[in-house]
DNA sequence: CAAACTTGTTACCAAACTGTTACCACTTGA
DNA sequence: TCAAGTGGTAACAGTTTGGTAACAAGTTTG
């Protein structure tokens, strides 16, 4: 199991990784945010561990780049203890909150509760609720019985954001900063998105896919 | 959404059930390790908030017992930092373990956090009170057997408000902030939006909702 | 290269939302 | 009894929101 680790302080990644690679995992070291998102674009690991003070990059950056694009699992590591900076990584996406100096034990220890939970409802990706199904690596949906259509990449991601969360209203300001990142993106655009995702749906097969819950945004039904 | 918090310190307990609540958790208190199985069992929370030093049954035994029957989330509370102690947690089935002194803020987050990575979708904040039920999120009441009825933004805070706070009387004043926040609104449209929701009520099913409490404010019943 | 596709942009319309003004009934207190 | 204040109702207009359409620039594909 590769674990992304992302630490400047060489002497405590090599600290780090030894105690990693001792409980059984595969250790990807990074010492930058930059080096951070190449690593984990090629390498594809299981779980980040994440120093918040990067160089290049600093590390909610590197959170938010990753968040966009994965549910990959992202542990914090950080010398700063101050309740804003935790409560606004976990908000950003990450699974837990480490602060400095930690025992190597205990970082093993969080590590596998978080892949233990992540396993849980992880799958290969794709999301089958109420009669669709959603192959995100594909970019395409089918309806139970039905020939698979094919979605653009901004579809796609608009489409698994609002399945993944089957039942709830995703805000407009979410769905936007799911499909777009953390930039870009408006309510117009999303309103073209839906329109046009709505469209090929229909065209698709099943009847009322895409709920509109007005002055909130959007929703999937459950 | 229900948070069973498992909490022999009375001070505590309420604050944070008052934190939790805030953030729109519905929360089930218990006070000793017994009480503490019985209420999961009875109450099928979400999640499971769980002090480490307990009466009756230590935490550990709680968390064994929870975690041999179901996935249900838990967090740990506890003074004890050491690291056997929180690696035994981990180990056994915990998702976090977070250590006293900690801030509401911080709890809520990590809360999220492990709700988030356990699939669940996040704290729903559906309100009921005497036969209606709130979901916020969508801007929807519900009359018990009735038809969800949409509301608008402003309606959807006045009533929360009310709801929040059933059986209490609300100034016009404290009904103004709670909808317009600190600038803006005024008695004319606080009239005028009661009015409104009044009629989406009435419409909907139930009798008399909302009270007026003359020279005072409103009040929902309790 | 040309055709097809993707994406962002602008525009328009209908519906919904919100603030404002006005009017009436009722209570309260001088 | 009358004037002032409070609360309910009504109508109206400006703004916002959501759905639809058409189009252009950029990209991909045959």
Known sequence: MKILLVEDDLALSDVVSFTLRRAGFEVIPAYDGAAAIAAWE?????????DLNLPKQDGFTVCRHIRSQSQTPIIILS???GDDVIVRALELGADDYIVKPFSPAQL?????????????SAASGVLERGGWTLDPARHEVRWVGGEPVHLTGLETRLLEALMLNAGAVLTADALIQAVWGVEGGSRTMLKQLVYRLRAKLEAAGGGEIIETVPGVGYAFPA
């Open 108 to 120: 093993v220890a969080r590590i596998r509760a978080v892949l233990r939970r992540a396993g849980a």
């Open 79 to 81: 010398v700063r203890s």
């Open 42 to 50: 090629a390498s594809q690991p299981a779980l980040v561990v994440l």
